[in-house]
């Protein structure tokens, strides 16, 4: 008979087989950020429409696939998962405002998005510093500073031209996205060795 702590930790295969089911959840969500961080870096100076459209939808994105995320990641605490879903949530609120009221997204654009990446990037630094076991805790944490960076820079300079604001969002969603991808193999091939 296996003890209680065994079987809420499960042994490594399990724990692997179960990450690995959801590798693809976080490849389509680097490709989606990738594209749109090509996208916006490729018409930077087009219009300021395009740009909260943009971003708008990369929000609503982001909330799917953190809620989704706080329910499907395997071997996370309850206080991470309420992370997730409450980020998952703040995230799709915030996009689906900025679909709504585009104009007002533009003025407030850098604050919403500094506000959001100084969150975001919290929450996965907490999330790796709290759960030495996950497997891919290296891009978390270069993740969550990379994110608390770019909030901060967005919430310090406010007045930041509109043109120089969609490059730095761009470069932030390719990089992002980039690391999304590899972190999204990584799981895969995990899953597949256990």
């Known amino acids: 008979m296996q003890s209680f702590t065994t079987r809420l930790r499960g042994d490594p295969a399990d724990m692997l087989g179960r990450l690995g089911r959801h590798w693809g959840w976080a490849l389509f969500f680097g490709i989606v ?9 490729a018409w930077p100076d087009r219009t300021l429409i395009v740009v909260a459209v943009v971003f708008g939808v990369q929000l609503v994105v982001m909330g799917i696939w953190r809620f989704v995320a706080a329910f499907a990641a395997p071997d996370v605490s309850g206080g991470t998962r309420v992370l997730y879903a409450l980020l998952g949530v703040l995230s799709l609120v915030i996009g689906l405002y900025a679909l709504r009221h585009v104009l007002i997204t533009i003025v407030a654009l850098a604050l919403l998005l500094g506000i959001f990446w100084v969150v975001n990037g919290t929450t996965e630094l907490f999330t790796a510093l709290s759960n030495r076991e996950i497997p891919t805790r290296g891009w978390l944490i270069f993740s969550g500073i990379l994110g608390i960076i770019a909030g901060i820079i967005l919430l310090a300079y406010p007045g930041i031209s509109v043109l120089v604001l969609a490059v730095i969002i761009a470069i932030w969603l390719i990089v992002y996205g980039v690391m999304l991808i590899v972190m ?9 060795r256990g």
Do not use: C, N, V
């Open 184 to 192: 999204g193999f990584q799981m895969r091939s995990l899953a597949q």
């Open 33 to 41: 950020t990738l594209a749109l961080g090509i996208l916006a870096l």
